[in-house]
């Protein structure tokens, strides 16, 4: 009989009693790690001042790198090397200061076999509560139980409580009193009877999402696989980035002109200089133009519904940043663009939705939000948002949503009330402007469409978008990123840790409505779509679904 030599298996140690081990997960962008990580190591020193306090040993599970410049995990490989050397019983706290790529760890994650705890600070300075959301919406897709946990430094007593309730008992359980079932809608509704029929249209006549390379920045919750997409009538095109690339290329100079003089004619702003690294450049801009022609004459191809495109990765070394593109496909005011012979005008007069980061779960979601307010007469202009941070402001806790580049223009009040900034190099060394703006006060719908339980649900809110003043405003742009987008908003019966209990992703979409009323009708009518759909309906809030009574 031959002897073969297996390689030596990695046994982690049995947990110390007492202690808690902690690892965190970073960026593949090493200029991001570094930039951030003065301020993840404040947040470990403030947990681990109050686990001390608690009467526990903290246990870093990996060292910081002295040569790349953070203690961050930064590959996925990094992540299983580290989770060989951590107990497979010992309690885990992921924490998270900045924004992560959530497949750095979850293969770690998966197998652990002790409690695990995933906390992030309470600010708006880097995305660490964005991280932390997109690990929750990833932990939960792959059915893994956690807990989660927020504090601006954990000297509060309620996080001090919390903390020892999850080191004494492996859990934590946070009021979610707010979500509740879709109750049953009234047939004869006219909003019920328009979701139905829109559902059963999509079910039959079919759509797709053109997705631009799968998987962006680790957002495994991102992904939905295509047996839960197809029974919905959804069905993915996979495109490759460097066929956008190649498509760009083809693009004229003087056709990506006529794109910028478009958008001056409109009255948006361009904050532009001549430094490339650290400035916005006419030169850059006309690389978007052409990359948001490229995508329109490629949906155009494939027949598209909706399209995603990845960017972060791979794309963000060869052209500038795609967030313009997608900001002007969002809008049903936007240049025109025509066949690559002159003969037609391509989605004209309307929107081709875009799901930014390719986040499927606001692919399904745009797509769905596009059909319903397109047949509502109302704008179908549709966005999705980080959830970045929130404060109380005037006795309201106002969060602010804040995506990572582009809105469309019409969420803004239109072109005039919107301006584009380079881009941070540190996420985008190539630069590239914005599409951004305040958004406009005003009534909107919240959702997210995500999995859980092996199934797909969707969470709907109600929302309204407030002003606030300019000063207010500049305060909260400087406390995050001020390149970016912003809405004000004030959920409707929802309260801060609420929302953060229950949210299973780093992302939200929001689409407006001109008044209350019309926005709980077409909230109605998303829901007995997504519910025929055969999705789980959850109502998160004060929300309406039943018709108000005529007088």
């Given at each position: 009989?031959?002897?073969?030599?297996?390689?030596?298996?990695?046994?982690?140690?049995?947990?110390?009693?007492?202690?808690?081990?902690?690892?965190?997960?970073?960026?593949?962008?090493?200029?991001?790690?570094?930039?951030?990580?003065?301020?993840?190591?404040?947040?470990?020193?403030?947990?681990?001042?109050?686990?001390?306090?608690?009467?526990?040993?903290?246990?870093?599970?990996?060292?910081?790198?002295?040569?790349?410049?953070?203690?961050?995990?930064?590959?996925?490989?990094?992540?299983?090397?580290?989770?060989?050397?951590?107990?497979?019983?010992?309690?885990?706290?992921?924490?998270?200061?900045?924004?992560?790529?959530?497949?750095?760890?979850?293969?770690?994650?998966?197998?652990?076999?002790?409690?695990?705890?995933?906390?992030?600070?309470?600010?708006?300075?880097?995305?660490?509560?964005?991280?932390?959301?997109?690990?929750?919406?990833?932990?939960?897709?792959?059915?893994?139980?956690?807990?989660?946990?927020?504090?601006?430094?954990?000297?509060?007593?309620?996080?001090?409580?919390?903390?020892?309730?999850?080191?004494?008992?492996?859990?934590?359980?946070?009021?979610?009193?707010?979500?509740?079932?879709?109750?049953?809608?009234?047939?004869?509704?006219?909003?019920?009877?328009?979701?139905?029929?829109?559902?059963?249209?999509?079910?039959?006549?079919?759509?797709?999402?053109?997705?631009?390379?799968?998987?962006?920045?680790?957002?495994?919750?991102?992904?939905?696989?295509?047996?839960?997409?197809?029974?919905?009538?959804?069905?993915?095109?996979?495109?490759?980035?460097?066929?956008?690339?190649?498509?760009?290329?083809?693009?004229?100079?003087?056709?990506?002109?006529?794109?910028?003089?478009?958008?001056?004619?409109?009255?948006?702003?361009?904050?532009?200089?001549?430094?490339?690294?650290?400035?916005?450049?006419?030169?850059?801009?006309?690389?978007?133009?052409?990359?948001?022609?490229?995508?329109?004459?490629?949906?155009?191809?494939?027949?598209?519904?909706?399209?995603?495109?990845?960017?972060?990765?791979?794309?963000?070394?060869?052209?500038?940043?795609?967030?313009?593109?997608?900001?002007?496909?969002?809008?049903?005011?936007?240049?025109?663009?025509?066949?690559?012979?002159?003969?037609?005008?391509?989605?004209?007069?309307?929107?081709?939705?875009?799901?930014?980061?390719?986040?499927?779960?606001?692919?399904?979601?745009?797509?769905?939000?596009?059909?319903?307010?397109?047949?509502?007469?109302?704008?179908?202009?549709?966005?999705?948002?980080?959830?970045?941070?929130?404060?109380?402001?005037?006795?309201?806790?106002?969060?602010?949503?804040?995506?990572s580049g582009s809105v469309p223009a019409s969420h803004n009040g239109g072109y005039d009330k919107s301006y584009s900034m380079r881009q941070p190099p540190m996420f985008f060394p190539l630069g590239g402007g914005t599409l951004s703006g305040v958004s406009k006060p005003g009534e909107i719908v919240w959702s997210r469409v995500f999995l859980m339980d092996g199934g797909l649900h969707v969470d709907l809110g109600r929302a309204t978008s407030v002003e606030l003043p300019e000063e207010e405003?500049?305060?909260?742009?400087?406390?995050?990123?001020?390149?970016?987008?912003?809405?004000?908003?004030?959920?409707?019966?929802?309260?801060?840790?609420?929302?953060?209990?229950?949210?299973?992703?780093?992302?939200?979409?929001?689409?407006?409505?001109?008044?209350?009323?019309?926005?709980?009708?077409?909230?109605?009518?998303?829901?007995?779509?997504?519910?025929?759909?055969?999705?789980?309906?959850?109502?998160?809030?004060?929300?309406?679904?039943?018709?108000?009574?005529?007088?």
């Amino acid at each position: 009989m031959t002897a073969y030599t297996l390689p030596e298996l990695h046994r982690p140690p049995a947990a110390e009693p007492a202690t808690v081990h902690t690892v965190a997960s970073g960026d593949l962008r090493p200029a991001a790690n570094v930039t951030c990580w003065p301020t993840q190591e404040k947040l470990e020193s403030d947990l681990a001042a109050a686990l001390t306090d608690l009467g526990w040993k903290v246990h870093r599970g990996h060292a910081v790198d002295e040569a790349k410049g953070h203690g961050f995990i930064d590959s996925q490989r990094a992540g299983i090397e580290v989770f060989k050397r951590i107990p497979r019983d010992a309690p885990l706290i992921v924490v998270e200061a900045v924004w992560q790529y959530s497949h750095h760890v979850l293969a770690g994650l998966r197998d652990h076999q002790g409690p695990i705890l995933v906390v992030a600070n309470w600010s708006g300075e880097f995305p660490g509560l964005v991280g932390l959301l997109n690990l929750a919406g990833s932990l939960t897709k792959a059915r893994r139980d956690y807990s989660v946990l927020w504090s601006a430094d954990f000297t509060d007593e309620w996080a001090r409580e919390s903390l020892r309730t999850w080191l004494e008992t492996g859990t934590l359980t946070h009021d979610t009193s707010h979500v509740r079932p879709l109750p049953p809608l009234p047939g004869a509704d006219p909003e019920t009877g328009l979701g139905v029929a829109l559902a059963r249209q999509l079910r039959e006549e079919k759509a797709i999402i053109g997705v631009f390379d799968e998987g962006c920045m680790g957002m495994y919750n991102a992904i939905i696989d295509d047996e839960f997409l197809n029974p919905l009538g959804i069905y993915k095109e996979r495109l490759s980035q460097s066929a956008l690339v190649a498509e760009m290329r083809n693009v004229p100079d003087e056709e990506a002109q006529e794109v910028r003089a478009w958008l001056d004619r409109a009255g948006m702003t361009f904050h532009t200089g001549t430094d490339e690294a650290t400035e916005l450049t006419d030169a850059q801009l006309l690389s978007q133009f052409k990359m948001y022609i490229a995508a329109v004459r490629i949906a155009d191809d494939f027949g598209l519904d909706a399209v995603g495109i990845q960017y972060q990765q791979g794309l963000k070394d060869t052209v500038p940043a795609s967030d313009l593109a997608e900001g002007l496909l969002n809008n049903v005011q936007r240049p025109p663009v025509r066949s690559r012979d002159g003969a037609r005008e391509l989605y004209a007069g309307a929107p081709l939705p875009h799901f930014n980061e390719v986040d499927e779960g606001v692919a399904v979601d745009s797509l769905v939000t596009n059909r319903i307010w397109t047949a509502m007469g109302l704008d179908p202009a549709t966005t999705l948002h980080d959830i970045r941070w929130g404060e109380e402001y005037d006795g309201r806790f106002v969060w602010v949503f804040e995506i990572s580049g582009s809105v469309p223009a019409s969420h803004n009040g239109g072109y005039d009330k919107s301006y584009s900034m380079r881009q941070p190099p540190m996420f985008f060394p190539l630069g590239g402007g914005t599409l951004s703006g305040v958004s406009k006060p005003g009534e909107i719908v919240w959702s997210r469409v995500f999995l859980m339980d092996g199934g797909l649900h969707v969470d709907l809110g109600r929302a309204t978008s407030v002003e606030l003043p300019e000063e207010e405003t500049r305060r909260r742009l400087d406390a995050t990123n001020h390149q970016w987008p912003i809405m004000h908003a004030v959920l409707h019966g929802v309260t801060r840790d609420q929302f953060m209990a229950r949210h299973r992703a780093n992302h939200l979409n929001v689409a407006y409505a001109p008044d209350a009323a019309t926005a709980d009708k077409a909230l109605r009518a998303k829901a007995a779509l997504f519910a025929e759909l055969g999705v789980e309906v959850h109502l998160c809030g004060d929300v309406a679904v039943q018709p108000q009574s005529q007088p």
